[in-house]
């Protein structure tokens, strides 16, 4: 092992790089704040278009008129996306902040805690936001021919949605078998000593030499 020269390692030069490149993380406040306001922004939106479609159902109901579908807001399955995009929009703005910035109970709880978390999150609500854009065509039923072939398409990439999540469960489980107590050690030094420098310990060492099945 070469040896490292302690006056270069610790100049004032290696310390100052080390606290810009660590704190460069802030720069995810960005997209965070952008996120976030797209996430009220379609919040909101999908909250004026449910009251919309409550209000136009209801005044059918009560004018006699009744839907074959029950009440005709079943027909506007756009309510469901447009929250469903929202709350994909939510899931990255509080994963990136959590993962970033500074952790928080809420990203936990819904299991964020790595970027393959992130994914592995926002790929689930993809996959029911296209099981709600193909129920929307099921009800409207305009075109049997058309509504067969958009649903087999929908589920060739949703086979290959799973597939990558399954994946990157895997990966994060044979990833948190072996350095869960590095990582586990770093966030701490960052989020709560201010810490912007990694010390390699031998029981980082010895653990990333193991062999991994």
């Given at each position: 092992?070469?040896?490292?020269?302690?006056?270069?390692?610790?100049?004032?030069?290696?310390?100052?790089?080390?606290?810009?490149?660590?704190?460069?993380?802030?720069?995810?406040?960005?997209?965070?704040?952008?996120?976030?306001?797209?996430?009220?922004?379609?919040?909101?939106?999908?909250?004026?278009?449910?009251?919309?479609?409550?209000?136009?159902?209801?005044?059918?109901?009560?004018?006699?008129?009744f839907s074959p579908h029950g009440i005709s807001m079943s027909l506007n399955l756009n309510i469901v996306s447009t929250m469903l995009e929202a709350v994909v929009f939510y899931l990255v703005g509080v994963g990136l902040?959590?993962?970033?910035?500074?952790?928080?109970?809420?990203?936990?709880?819904?299991?964020?805690?790595?970027?393959?978390?992130?994914?592995?999150?926002?790929?689930?609500?993809?996959?029911?936001?296209?099981?709600?854009?193909f129920l929307q065509h099921f009800v409207l039923w305009k075109d049997s021919i058309g509504t067969l072939e958009f649903g087999a398409s929908l589920g060739l990439v949703v086979v290959a949605l799973v597939t990558l999540?399954?994946?990157?469960?895997?990966?994060?489980?044979?990833?948190?078998?072996?350095?869960?107590?590095?990582?586990?050690?770093?966030?701490?030094?960052?989020?709560?000593?201010?810490?912007?420098?990694?010390?390699?310990?031998?029981?980082?060492?010895?653990?990333?030499?193991?062999?991994?099945?």
């Amino acid at each position: 092992m070469v040896p490292v020269n302690p006056n270069v390692e610790h100049s004032a030069f290696f310390r100052l790089l080390n606290l810009i490149l660590g704190r460069s993380r802030y720069l995810v406040f960005v997209a965070v704040l952008a996120v976030m306001l797209t996430a009220f922004s379609l919040f909101l939106i999908g909250a004026i278009q449910a009251v919309d479609a409550l209000y136009h159902a209801w005044s059918l109901v009560l004018a006699g008129t009744f839907s074959p579908h029950g009440i005709s807001m079943s027909l506007n399955l756009n309510i469901v996306s447009t929250m469903l995009e929202a709350v994909v929009f939510y899931l990255v703005g509080v994963g990136l902040y959590s993962l970033f910035i500074s952790p928080l109970n809420v990203a936990v709880a819904l299991g964020i805690e790595s970027l393959t978390d992130l994914e592995s999150k926002v790929l689930s609500v993809i996959i029911v936001i296209m099981g709600a854009t193909f129920l929307q065509h099921f009800v409207l039923w305009k075109d049997s021919i058309g509504t067969l072939e958009f649903g087999a398409s929908l589920g060739l990439v949703v086979v290959a949605l799973v597939t990558l999540q399954w994946l990157g469960h895997r990966a994060t489980e044979i990833q948190k078998s072996y350095s869960l107590r590095t990582q586990n050690r770093a966030q701490h030094e960052m989020f709560h000593e201010s810490l912007e420098q990694h010390e390699v310990k031998s029981d980082d060492s010895e653990r990333s030499s193991e062999p991994r099945f």
